[in-house]
């Protein structure tokens, strides 16, 4: 049901089932506590006294027991109560006629009772109202009657008009959340907290997201756990994490896995990792694989990568490539490659093109380099350089060795300098031989250190 799900009227307590006394008698159930027994006599008392003042006529009476029938779920005998005290101009009656209306998938009609009851002033008709009006699309009409709701401080209202401002991205979504959050919505509290952080109020997102979390909500704990470690606040980020993760929040299983991993406990690592790809969390799935491969466990490691890429992650397909590539089966490789690089996948584009030109594909790999280094492979800018070079066109070799060198990519900073040696311009040549040699490669840096002695003898000769 979209709306309307409690009864307006009187806190009437839920009966148990009572479709047959002689087969409870024959198959007894577990035995009703003394409070359990004196709540169904009470309400059997005051059923019997509802129906008696019903029968004599009395409006209010038979809204009462309207809505105690409503909702113990006996809807065909609420009905005639319900409808005999609307009729007389009971709007808690309206309402709750429209609710059993609605139960039965006559949400027009029950739209009509409830619009009965909200201009009587019924705030949970109104919210029953703007719901639904909601769900048609017809959000003016359903602001103004949410907007009715709230204003009489009906907490669903609240809420809910809130969550359509917050659709709309209109501002005044925030004066309603923090209206409900400070009554102790934790739902409210939560939304209010998201809303802080977008506007880079981390102090109060944190607040918000700390009464939330306090209350249960495992999103509010999660991102409460997300702020805290990036305050490098690990220990109590770890708390929330597993808090969180404790609640069935697979995002937290992961991020915690990953702190865990960080402290050195593998072990416990490997445990939230499990829970959250059990729980279909394809990233989580893939780091299991990466560190069943870390093991050198390549059998225990491609199922949970074939995991990841059923899940969604591309990185599964790439790692799968990897997989396959170390244990020498290429047309493997090449299919789990190209599989992740048609999905945007940057080293695989970069792998994908390496395989076609190592099998002579220059035409076929140079396309996938192109890609990769656009989307900012230092190492597939440097094959591009090698793949131009090679053919020739210096001139369009030259600002992909330069992308990678400022990348950070070594060879192709000394590709650079070498290539300035050879035009003759021993200034730019030293610059880049410099720049390769303080890379960290230590082969590089021998090659850069030899260009530049030769550069030295040319100038003192």
């Known amino acids: 049901m979209g709306v309307g799900t409690e009864p307006d009227d009187g806190p009437v307590r839920q009966d148990a089932d009572r479709s047959g006394a002689s087969a409870a008698a024959l198959f007894p159930g577990p035995r009703r506590s003394f409070e359990d027994e004196l709540a169904a006599r009470e309400e059997a008392e005051l059923e019997a006294r509802y129906r008696r003042a019903a029968d004599a006529g009395d409006a209010s009476a038979a809204s009462l027991l309207g809505a105690l029938l409503l909702r113990r779920g006996e809807l065909a005998a609420a009905e005639p109560f319900l409808r005999r005290a609307a009729a007389a101009g009971i709007r808690a009656a309206a309402n709750n006629l429209g609710m059993l209306l609605n139960r039965r998938g006559q949400p027009e009609a029950a739209a009509e009772w409830w619009r009965r009851a909200a201009v009587a002033g019924s705030a949970p008709a109104a919210h029953a109202l703007g719901r639904h009006l909601r769900e048609r699309g017809e959000e003016p009409a359903a602001e103004y009657w949410l907007r009715q709701a709230a204003e009489q401080g009906h907490l669903k209202g609240v809420v809910a008009l809130a969550e359509l401002l917050e659709h709309r991205q209109d501002p005044r979504a925030e004066r309603w959340f923090r209206s409900a959050a400070e009554v102790g919505h934790t739902g409210a509290a939560y939304r209010l907290a998201r809303l802080r952080e977008a506007a ?78 059990e729980a279909g969390d394809g990233t989580a799935a893939n780091a299991l694989g990466a560190l069943y491969a870390q ?167």
């Open 200 to 277: 880079g109020d981390a102090r109060g997102a944190e607040t918000w997201y700390r009464q939330s979390a306090a209350r249960g909500h495992p999103r509010a704990a999660l991102r409460l756990g997300a702020l805290l470690e990036l305050r490098g606040e690990t220990g109590e980020a770890m708390r929330w994490y597993r808090r969180a993760a404790g609640s069935d929040e697979p995002d937290a299983a992961r991020a915690l896995a990953y702190l865990l991993l960080d402290a050195g406990d593998e072990e416990g690592a490997e445990h939230w990792w499990e829970v959250a790809a």
């Open 295 to 461: 093991r050198g466990d390549a059998a225990g490691a491609e199922p949970w990568y074939r995991r990841a890429v059923a899940a969604g992650d591309v990185n599964g397909a790439f790692n799968l490539g990897l997989l396959h590539a170390r244990e020498g089966r290429a047309a493997h490789a090449e299919q789990w490659y190209r599989r992740a690089a048609y999905a945007g996948h940057r080293d695989a584009c970069n792998a994908l093109a390496v395989v076609l030109l190592e099998r002579g594909d220059e035409v076929g790999a140079e396309p996938w380099f192109s890609k990769a280094a656009e989307a900012g492979s230092v190492d597939a800018a440097f094959n591009l350089g090698i793949l131009y070079e090679g053919r020739g066109q210096v001139r369009a070799a030259w600002p992909w060795y330069e992308s990678a060198a400022e990348g950070g990519h070594a060879a192709a900073a000394l590709r650079l300098a070498s290539l300035a040696a050879v035009g003759g311009d021993a200034a730019l040549a030293r610059t880049w031989a410099l720049r390769a040699a303080g890379l960290g490669d230590v082969d590089v840096a021998e090659q850069a250190a030899d260009l530049m002695a030769q550069l030295d003898g040319r100038l003192t000769a």
